[in-house]
């Protein structure tokens, strides 16, 4: 009964809460007599108290009417609401007060005491306040202890914790049952009035059944993704929810939303420990510069330019032909670096007669070139588009660069250029070949000044296109989950941190380098699928299938990286390498970009791709259709 009533509870009709409030005034004004007179019925009647309660209500009435002290909505009484009560309490003594001397002047006699007076005052807010507090606390009570159904369990008994804990109890259908701690100082205490727990594995184990958890929420920040991954997998066995707080800086205007606790995505579990970047070394290459990215509208370029803004350049051009995207992150660096002058110009950066214009106008210092085709099986079956795009854009963006003295040019290459099997990681790979070649042709001829690096490394965590927005969308919808084998297996990088190496090796680079980042552990896309699975609450194979389709064309089982102390160098950056990478003449390399855009030209798809593997022989097809050139 008592859970369908409140259920059922609306707001109370604003003339029940002026009754109310006339009775607790009345109330306190008959109290205020018998505190007066010592609870002598023979002095109180002496005194006309009947004529003192009837006028101090009757003012009662009006001040409640003129501040509008009743139109507060009781379970939600705060701050503003004991404000309107306070003035109407003094308005009414105010009110009182006059009468009483208007009545003195006239009569020499004063009909209430001013003790009772004041007695009255402080009694009447004291009750009116406190009553509308002890019904939000009932209300609130009632609400946690009966129509809550979801039992969550919060990881940080820190301050962030303590925010979080109000924000849960304050969302319907939600209670806090207690803090974990990996800090032992801490395990045992009661904090906000929830028991600290032992964050062990076998605690937790213990502790999701007993309180008949259902979700956790994560709120520690110097979690190491180890431990955090332990916790993860401990409520995936219990088929608990695992969410995680923002950080400080992200809450809204300095406060947290229960909208910002967001469920914890699987880029957080793979990603690896932050990068500690040289901040001097990248300001003083950036600093009041002018700084051109191309790709700027995609997952990594766009990353690049919220890095790239941060160490204030003086100008930062965007490029790219995708309109919206470029409009969006646009108009996010203007919101948060007003002092920034951002640029954004929709070209090809195949079209001479766009893209010129803007080396012309701006002449920049810095160039970090993201703009590619990267889909492997879509180029495949598109080779024209990947060889226009990728090396006779990429050849265009480089010798404009030395046409307009820029100092460095930093190239964004991939992990399918090393031992290609595809035709968008060849086309890479001649990228590499061309901006490297040009290097060493304007060291020996000393006919230029810009410095071209190159930056290579494997899958980002969420870029566009990536396997895991795919599994995402899949599982939304319910499934199948299709992987295209169960052997395959791939590194991944999240953008940050992989935009950050950039930066660094962009700085590092004296020209003509191959820079390889360590990807740490490759990982296997079959178990990836079965981890995001279960992290929304779902079982592999159970509630949602897992489909093998096979490889498709062009693609490996496992990717390469030049990690191995054999072919690369050390920086003194630990996860940054040099590659050592093949070098060719600048002659002919620049030769063969020709013959390309001839080919491009004819639209002769199998000449184009014979004569990729020309220029790269380690070029070998797999489940292609080019697979006959190999032969």
Not at 292 to 303: F, H, K, R
Not at 579 to 586: A, D, F, L, T, W
Request: with cysteine.
């Amino acid at each position: 009964m008592i859970v369908q009533l409140i259920k059922n509870l609306r707001i109370l009709p604003r003339w029940v809460i002026i009754f109310i409030d006339l009775f607790f005034i009345a109330f306190s004004t008959i109290l205020a007599y018998l505190l007066r007179f010592n609870f002598s019925i023979a002095d109180l009647n002496a005194n006309n108290y009947w004529e003192g309660v009837a006028l101090y209500s009757g003012f009662g009435l009006l001040s409640i009417l003129l501040t509008d002290s009743y139109k507060g909505i009781i379970r939600y009484t705060g701050i503003e609401d004991g404000s309107r009560i306070f003035y109407m309490v003094i308005l009414n003594m105010a009110l009182v007060s006059v009468t009483n001397l208007i009545l003195f002047y006239n009569i020499q006699k004063n009909l209430i005491p001013y003790s009772v007076i004041l007695i009255t005052f402080l009694s009447s807010f004291l009750f009116l306040f406190n009553y509308r507090l002890l019904v939000k606390y009932i209300f609130s009570y009632y609400k946690q202890a009966i129509l809550k159904n979801f039992r969550v369990l919060i990881f940080g008994a820190g301050q962030t914790g303590i925010v979080t804990r109000h924000v849960i109890n304050s969302t319907p259908r939600m209670q806090v049952v207690g803090f974990l701690e990996d800090d032992g100082y801490k395990v045992g205490k009661v904090l906000d009035g929830i028991k600290i727990f032992d964050a062990k594995p076998a605690v937790v184990n213990r502790l999701i059944t007993d309180l008949g958890v259902d979700e956790l929420i994560i709120t520690a920040k110097e979690l190491s993704l180890e431990r955090k991954n332990e916790l993860v997998d401990t409520c995936i066995q219990h088929k608990v929810k695992v969410r995680t707080v923002p950080p400080v800086g992200k809450w809204v205007r300095g406060e947290l939303s229960f909208s910002q606790i967001k469920e914890i995505n699987i880029e957080e579990l793979l990603g690896r420990e932050s990068i500690r970047l040289d901040s001097e070394r990248v300001e003083s290459d950036l600093a009041g510069k002018c700084v051109m990215i191309t790709g700027a509208a995609g997952s990594i370029g766009s990353e690049i330019a919220r890095q790239v803004i941060q160490f204030k350049p003086e100008r930062v051009v965007l490029v790219d032909q995708a309109e919206s995207p470029l409009y969006d992150i646009e108009r996010e660096l203007r919101l948060t670096h007003s002092q920034v002058n951002i640029s954004s110009h929709l070209a090809d950066i195949t079209v001479a007669e766009r893209v010129d214009p803007i080396f012309r106008e701006f002449t920049p210092d810095l160039i970090y070139h993201a703009a590619a085709y990267k889909h492997v099986p879509m180029m495949e079956s598109n080779p024209a588009e990947a060889v226009t795009c990728n090396i006779l854009g990429t050849k265009l963006l480089a010798d404009l660069a030395v046409k307009y003295k820029v100092k460095k040019f930093v190239m964004i290459s991939t992990d399918k250029a090393v031992n290609p099997t595809n035709v968008m990681g060849c086309s890479k790979r001649i990228a590499e070949i061309y901006v490297q070649s040009l290097n060493n042709y304007q060291v020996s001829t000393s006919v230029g000044q810009t410095a071209f690096v190159t930056t290579r490394f494997g899958n980002v965590l969420g870029s566009n296109g990536s396997v895991i927005p795919l599994f995402k969308s899949q599982i939304r919808e319910g499934g199948p989950v299709t992987v295209t084998h169960p052997d395959i297996s791939r590194f991944f990088m999240t953008i940050p941190e992989a935009c950050q190496l950039v930066l660094e090796a962009g700085t590092m680079g004296n020209g003509g380098e191959v820079f390889v980042f360590d990807m740490g552990k490759s990982v296997k896309i079959l178990d990836l699928a079965k981890k995001m699975i279960r992290l929304s609450g779902l079982e592999p194979e159970r509630d949602i299938k897992i489909v093998f389709t096979g490889i498709r064309e062009g693609e490996k089982l496992y990717e390469e990286l030049l990690t191995t102390s054999e072919n690369t160098l050390p920086t003194h950056h630990p996860k940054i390498l040099i590659g050592r990478v093949k070098e060719y003449s600048y002659k002919d390399i620049n030769n063969y970009v020709e013959l390309f855009n001839d080919l491009v030209y004819d639209k002769n798809e199998l000449k184009m791709v014979a004569l990729m593997k020309e220029l790269v022989p380690e070029y070998r097809s797999n489940y292609s259709r080019y697979e006959v050139l190999d032969k």
